[in-house]
């Protein structure tokens, strides 16, 4: 109520002033472009409802219908856990043990652990919960060289099992647990959908930390619950979520794909090759998408993530793991706009293709109302700040559509993460090379002389500022407050 009564009182006390050309012109300039990005915001939504009222219920039915014919001979669960607190791994693991029992099924769980205090830990709780003889563990220990270097070895793992044909697996993080039901909901999908490779699910959060952490990752995952359900119209998402995704078994060990997440890259024309030390969730899509395998979402199935931010400070954390999820995107989105359309289908191509757009089209807001202020009128501010307040309260009530309830900090926390989300990711477009991994600090190591480092930080810095004088110039062109010289001045300078 506060929200609205504050929006309306800056509505109602626009000056006189609005009535200026030059200051309709800003209006309509910053309305074209907010139309087209929520035009395409809106074609999302109702793909979305679309998928989750009516598609998917019809699914669910059919799925639902083949009764044990769905269960497969064996299930793989997969957890990696490296430096997660103790409570976490041992919640983590019951949940998976536990829905391990509750589907039934022959299963075999595979830690992927680094520390021998894991690995007690493990069994500890494995044998205190006293599963059936059809419930294996199996521990692999890795070197704490990496998420991927220990995945491969999981995966490794699951080929020396010689799974049946037929066998599903789920790699899971090891923060995340696995809702009851889980298996249930998701496992049947395989053998309704033959050329089905791999799915992915719903998630919620419990968050250690200040109460704008829990408000942020809440609305993150309402936003990227309507969009996969969008994308799952097309059954091809656009990431196979690290933090619980579920594979055909026979895919999971095919040997390329198993090189793939250990050992992935790309040949940068500036940068040159380097290798991805995060993105393993996006290098098993990419492969998937570039075999041909379909990728669906089950908006049904619910994983609960533990997050713990990399830094109290909500601007310093939130920018952290932005750069990180975003670094992985943006490394691999050049190869997927590459694969065309004929590969996944053209509005999941353009969805990547637009991945690339609007990080810029975000930012004409802000860089137009800063010309305008200055160049224009000083009420364009108010123009903006009833726009946004508008605009961000519409979209925070579309997520009533993915979640019961919304908390008035969201339209902030919306504009936050569009407008600094798009920053972030200019940062990331000319320094693909630069990657961190939060949780184990490392960093990527490359063999590059110090000149050649140079070279390509002032290379990169230079496009970066390129670019957004760019953008600065396009946008004053929009807004008239630069103009093309008349005709008689090039009549003159070419001696017409």
């Not at 109702?46 to 009222?53: E, L, P, T």
């Not at 430096?83 to 589907?103: K, L, M, N, Q």
């Not at 959908?193 to 109460?211: M, S």
């Not at 004088?469 to 017409?496: D, H, R, S, T």
Request: glycine share 6%; aromatic share 12%; net charge positive.
């Amino acid at each position: 109520m506060i929200y609205l009564l504050a929006l309306t009182a800056v509505v109602l006390n626009l000056p006189p002033a609005v009535l200026d050309p030059q200051s309709v012109q800003f209006v309509l300039i910053l309305g074209l472009v907010g139309i087209w990005r929520y035009a395409w915001g809106a074609v999302h939504f109702v793909r979305s409802v679309i998928y989750r009222k009516i598609v998917f219920p019809r699914w669910r039915a059919q799925a639902d219908a083949l009764g044990d014919a769905a269960v497969p001979p064996h299930v793989f669960l997969l957890v990696t856990s490296f430096r997660i607190d103790t409570e976490t791994t041992r919640r983590v693991y019951r949940s998976v043990i536990e829905e391990a029992i509750r589907y039934g099924a022959p299963a075999t769980i595979i830690a992927s652990v680094v520390e021998m205090a894991d690995q007690r830990m493990m069994k500890a709780v494995f044998h205190s919960i006293r599963p059936p003889s059809h419930i294996r563990l199996v521990c692999v220990r890795v070197a704490g060289t990496g998420k991927r270097d220990g995945l491969a070895t999981a995966f490794r793992a699951v080929s020396l099992q010689r799974p049946p044909a037929g066998s599903i697996a789920a790699v899971i993080d090891g923060d995340s647990m696995l809702s009851p039901g889980l298996l249930a909901r998701c496992v049947p999908f395989f053998r309704l959908r033959p050329k089905l490779g791999a799915l992915t699910t719903d998630e919620v959060c419990e968050v250690d930390g200040r109460p704008v952490f829990r408000n942020w990752y809440s609305m993150r995952f309402a936003q990227r619950h309507i969009g996969m359900s969008s994308l799952g119209l097309s059954r091809r998402v656009l990431t196979l979520t690290g933090r619980m995704s579920m594979f055909r078994a026979e895919l999971l060990t095919d040997p390329s794909f198993i090189a793939a997440i250990e050992v992935d890259w790309i040949d940068h024309w500036r940068l040159g090759r380097f290798r991805f030390l995060t993105g393993d969730d996006k290098s098993s899509w990419f492969w998937m998408l570039k075999h041909g395998y379909e990728m669906y979402y089950i908006p049904d199935a619910l994983v609960v993530t533990i997050e713990t931010p990399p830094d109290p400070s909500f601007l310093r954390g939130s920018i952290t793991l932005m750069r990180r999820w975003f670094g992985n995107m943006l490394r691999t989105n050049s190869r997927a706009i590459a694969l065309g359309p004929r590969t996944m289908g053209l509005f999941t191509w353009w969805c990547i293709v637009d991945q690339r757009l609007s990080m810029w089209t975000t930012l004409i807001g802000p860089v137009g109302v800063v010309l305008a202020i200055f160049m224009i009128t000083p009420f364009a501010l108010l123009y903006y700040i009833a726009w946004i307040g508008f605009t961000r309260y519409v979209l925070t009530l579309s997520l009533l559509s993915a979640r019961d309830s919304v908390p008035a900090s969201y339209p902030f926390l919306l504009y936050y993460n569009q407008v600094v989300g798009s920053i972030v990711k200019t940062i990331i477009l000319f320094r693909l090379d630069r990657q961190k991994w939060t949780r184990q600090k490392t960093t990527q190591v490359r063999d590059l002389s110090r000149t050649r480092a140079r070279l390509m930080g002032y290379s990169s810095a230079y496009m970066h500022v390129l670019s957004i004088v760019g953008l600065i110039v396009v946008v004053a062109f929009l807004l008239n407050i630069l103009a093309l010289p008349e005709l008689g001045f090039w009549q003159y300078k070419l001696g017409i």
